[in-house]
């Protein structure tokens, strides 16, 4: 199979949204599509790091960290790319400030999906200079911005091209860990059951060592605004 020995498969399977469908819709179609592709991986290449981009990301990930933990495997290997929500945050706030968005890195936590999105404007130098009263409209902009890829394709699929940068973002961000270069991205992973959190899956700012997952970042501070959005994003979760 051209999956033994990988390091990183990237699973971009399942149905696209429809107009007015949600990421939940797709839950049973989508979930059986990733289950023969993730149980291929268990089998054929078991070390291997998974990036699921199959929507609903919220409840695909642990459906598939838990098919792996009852076959003795590691169900940190299953992570959920959530990196387009960073991308989608990084360039809204460059077209706001007119600052380039490569220089510009907003950790998005919570989930994939309506407003478990939550971007931290607060904690990127460049974003943290806009006016407040401009953050809740950039941040239902975020949330809303895969819906209106869809709305705009009008039955003809979602996300395509702003995906496959957002993927090969995260896939680099793991293929540098494993080279021995940590980095960090934002990703949708299972919290480590010790740290007494209240959700046992969570976009967070993820570092990637040379295993796979090295450490799973708290969310740090955040601002009053911040703060009512966390509580609504794990109200959803």
């Known amino acids: 199979l051209p999956i033994s020995g990988c390091h990183l498969v990237l699973i971009p399977a399942g149905m696209p949204r429809k107009p007015g469908q949600t990421r939940d819709d797709l839950f049973k179609v989508n979930a059986d599509i990733a289950k023969g592709i993730v149980e291929a991986c268990a089998k054929f290449c078991p070390d291997a790091m998974l990036g699921m981009i199959v929507n609903p990301v919220n409840s695909v990930v642990p459906a ?20 387009l929500d960073v991308v989608r945050a990084n360039k809204f706030v460059g077209e ?3 600052k380039n968005p490569n220089f510009i890195n907003v950790p998005v936590v919570g989930g994939h999906a309506g407003t478990t999105i939550l971007p931290l404007f607060s904690q990127d130098k460049v974003a943290k200079t806009i006016s407040a009263d401009k953050i809740p409209a950039m941040d239902k902009h975020v949330q809303d911005a895969g819906t209106d890829v869809v709305n705009a394709k009008n039955g003809k699929g979602s996300a395509t091209l702003s995906m496959a940068y957002a993927g090969a973002k995260f896939a680099n961000a793991v293929l540098s860990g494993l080279a021995g ?9 299972a919290v480590d059951p010790d740290s007494k959190a209240e959700l046992p899956y969570f976009a967070s700012k993820v570092t990637f060592g040379t295993t796979g997952v090295k450490t799973v970042h708290p969310v740090g501070p955040i601002n009053e605004y911040e703060q009512t959005r966390l509580k609504e994003a794990m109200t959803q979760l």
């Open 96 to 98: 706001e400030t007119g």
């Open 64 to 83: 598939m960290a838990e098919l792996y933990k009852k076959k003795g495997l590691d169900p940190m290997k299953i992570v959920g790319i959530s990196t």
């Open 181 to 189: 270069t940590d980095t960090t991205e934002c990703a949708y992973v």
